[in-house]
């Protein structure tokens, strides 16, 4: 149950685009298309961003995207804006009902 | 309103024992599968355990297993997780979260656990 892997941390400017990558192994992020993505601002709860790969829930922006090739998620955010600053985490079904999280990725908006 | 409401944390001697209660309201909480995730100070997301929605299957990451118990009352609306034999390491917010896809859709607001000397 080792955390998927993510950068600590990502910036960019209003406007710009970042991607956000999350890599697992072959028992977790490469063997299933469970991944789900979670934004946190600080002293908040962690919300629902992006399901089971590439879903948006109802309410989020089309802005939010994912995608996944092998091993490796990625969560894209375009049209940056000043509210998207926060943490986010990456998560993944591990096989036998377990779920593994990413070690989280602090955004930046310059 | 459609929500989930921890309660039960606190300040726990190393050795103790602690029983987190999640109330949910404003949907059909016996047809969801329902988790536990914590967060230490600081630090990141981690997944605890997670229990099905009747036949209550469990599942628990190997830093919890054997020491903690989720469990719930589809007639309360409540899910539960039991800590025993707690240790620093344990110290974090815990958040109940219902399970979506192998993900999670409603999060609680969390409850905070303090194991300390």
């Known amino acids: 149950q080792s955390a998927l892997t993510q950068p600590r941390s990502v910036s960019g400017s209003p406007g710009q685009s970042v991607t956000i990558s999350c890599t697992g192994t072959?028992?977790?992020?490469?063997?299933?298309?469970?991944v789900s993505w979670y934004q946190q601002h600080p002293g908040k709860a962690p919300k629902l961003m992006i399901y089971?790969?590439?879903q948006r829930p109802s309410g989020v922006p089309d802005r939010f995207s994912g995608s996944k090739s092998g091993n490796t998620a990625s969560l894209t955010i375009s049209g940056l804006r000043a509210e998207d600053e926060a943490d986010y985490y990456c998560c993944s079904f591990a096989g036998s009902n377990i779920l593994v999280f990413g070690g989280g990725t602090k955004l930046t908006v310059l | 309103e459609v929500q989930l409401l921890e309660s039960g944390g606190g300040s726990v001697q190393p050795g103790g024992s602690l029983r987190l209660s999640c109330a949910a309201s404003g949907f059909t909480f016996s047809t969801y599968w329902m988790h536990w995730v914590r967060q230490a100070p600081g630090k990141g997301l981690v997944w605890v355990s997670r229990i099905t929605s009747d036949v209550n299957v469990t599942n628990y990451a190997d830093s919890v297993k054997g020491r903690f118990t989720i469990s719930r009352d589809n007639a309360k609306n409540t899910l539960y997780l039991q800590m025993n034999s707690l240790r620093a390491e344990d110290t974090a917010v815990y958040y109940c979260?219902?399970?979506?896809?192998?993900?999670?859709?409603?999060w609680g607001r969390g409850t905070l656990v303090t194991v300390s000397s």
């Open positions: 089971v790969v590439t």
């Open positions: 072959s028992s977790d992020v490469g063997g299933y298309n469970y």
């Open positions: 979260a219902r399970g979506f896809s192998s993900g999670a859709d409603l």
